[in-house]
């Protein structure tokens, strides 16, 4: 991996999608069908995991969760029998009675494909020692969506691509790799308004491939993204060097230095301290730092681990900035 | 930017679907989106699944799941199945569309421990395998998984 991949690339999600058999998908499923596949999935766990009922989670605990990607936004929106299971570590999840059954999925950071898959697979190993799954021979793991038959599987990695998407040839770049049917989604805004830079890189097809299979794609997808992000990045330097600078260090002195900063500042700023960081402008220790404490002081988030409550957007806003400056000190330096 | 679908609230679901050079964007609020995950009949939902409704139209609508009670139609709205036997229910609406957007129709990947210690699930897995290594002309190793084919034959023959 080069250090432009490190950078490029921010964490790795790889999920798979499984029912029960014999019981109706969640979209029929009645209460007492959905404790059954609760209770089964968990009783296979165990252990270093925690059971969630969404109903029961007040709004900050269940936004945290969903910030930090161990549920969907549909799970707390629409699924009356939802809940989750989460491993002490926050690494493993399994959604339950979402679209499927069974959503279980592993996050790691960096590109950790092949190790995120030997996580989930091992999960699922175990919850289908103590499970049934839907299968058919013919067309694999049965889902609630044809989208996903076969593997069920989601290989997902979170990318950080802002010359790319500044000089306008992300859509090009991902335009090449047409053939290994990937899909990109912006995680916080699309295309130009991408406030962030970051992207999901998933594969769209489930079926007729081997998990194997859709690792090397999805590797091969970010592979070349990060490559074409790094040319374009030489590329933007080199045209525009003096407005990037300018961007990079003014994102750098408000961040550093505001008293209050909203949540979109926040994503934007942190994109031109890590591309900063990249040009070697700033002297950012850890990139990886600077992800984790994006995370951490996404709305939810922050609520739940402040000193103080926090009642208003303002009051929000100040805490934000205040951990921002303090953050920085360690980081950057 | 507002949603597509509503054109009221602001959109947080974005996608960009390119495909021989031709973007298509989408941006939904959650309520929309949910409306298509959920199969409240949306625009959206109609636009995306309407080559189902178009190649199937003369079809009867009539068909109801036996086991969960799914209707074709609304299949067709939403896209999403209610158990695993209306995977046998609706085939033939099934499939097709299966086959457009997966890599063909047979499952080559993970089987769960209990389907896989069948005979019968092994050799359905090989079989699939065997075309695998055929289709991509790998002649070594269809030879290899043909072998394991007939001795899985012979033993389940009792040879």
């Known amino acids: ?333 | 930017m507002l949603c597509d679908a509503c054109k009221k609230n602001e959109a947080t679901y974005h996608t960009i679907r390119q495909y021989n050079g031709i973007k298509t964007e989408t941006h939904l609020c959650s309520e929309c989106r949910r409306k298509f995950v959920t199969g409240g009949k949306s625009d959206f939902a109609n636009a995306f699944f309407s080559d189902f409704s178009s190649a199937f139209g003369t079809a009867k609508k009539k068909r109801v799941c036996r086991e969960c009670g799914t209707t074709e139609e609304e299949f067709l709205n939403t896209g999403y199945v209610g158990c695993e036997n209306c995977y046998k229910e609706f085939a033939n609406l099934i499939l097709p569309r299966v086959s457009q957007m997966q890599q063909g129709l047979i499952h080559v990947g993970k089987m769960p421990s209990v389907a896989a210690s069948t005979v019968e699930g092994e050799y359905a897995r090989l079989k699939a395998e065997l075309k695998k290594a055929v289709d991509a002309e790998d002649y070594e190793r269809a030879a290899k998984i043909n072998l394991k084919l007939k001795k899985l034959k012979n033993e389940s023959q009792g040879v």
């Open chain 1, 1 to 333: 991996m080069t250090e432009n991949m490190k950078d490029s690339v921010i964490s790795t999600r790889v999920r798979l999608a499984r029912n029960l058999k014999g019981i109706p998908f969640p979209s029929k499923i009645g209460a007492g069908q959905a404790n059954v596949v609760a209770g089964k999935v968990y009783e296979a766990l165990g252990k270093g995991y925690k059971l969630y009922n969404i109903a029961r989670l007040n709004e900050s605990e269940a936004g945290a969760l969903v910030e930090k990607h161990l549920i969907s936004k549909e799970l707390v929106a629409s699924c009356p029998f939802g809940s989750v299971i989460v491993g002490d570590d926050e690494t493993l999840s399994v959604m339950l009675n979402e679209e499927d059954h069974v959503r279980e999925q592993v996050i790691l950071s960096g590109l950790k494909l092949e190790e995120a898959y030997r996580l989930v697979d091992g999960l699922d190993d175990r919850i289908g020692e103590n499970a049934q799954f839907a299968f058919s021979e013919r067309l694999g793991y049965l889902t609630a969506c044809p989208t996903n038959l076969g593997t069920g599987m989601r290989a997902s990695v979170m990318m950080f691509l802002p010359a790319l998407t500044i000089t306008d040839t992300l859509m090009q770049s991902v335009n090449a790799l047409g053939m290994l049917n990937i899909a990109l989604r912006g995680v916080y805004g699309e295309g130009s308004d991408a406030i962030g830079f970051i992207y999901q890189i998933s594969n769209r097809r489930t079926l007729g491939l081997t998990e194997n299979d859709i690792l090397g794609l999805v590797r091969t997808a970010v592979n070349h993204l990060s490559e074409a992000e790094e040319r374009a990045r030489e590329f933007l330097i080199a045209t525009r060097e003096i407005s990037v600078k300018d961007e990079i260090m003014r994102a750098y002195g408000i961040a550093a230095n505001a008293y209050r900063l909203s949540n979109q500042e926040l994503i934007r700023y942190f994109a031109f301290i890590k591309l900063g960081a990249y040009y070697k402008l700033i002297p950012v220790k850890r990139v990886f730092a600077l992800d984790e404490l994006m995370t951490s002081l996404q709305p939810y988030n922050l609520i739940s681990a402040a000193d103080r409550p926090l009642n208003t957007p303002e009051e929000r806003d100040v805490y934000r900035a205040e951990c921002v400056r303090e953050a920085l000190k360690e980081i950057v330096g």
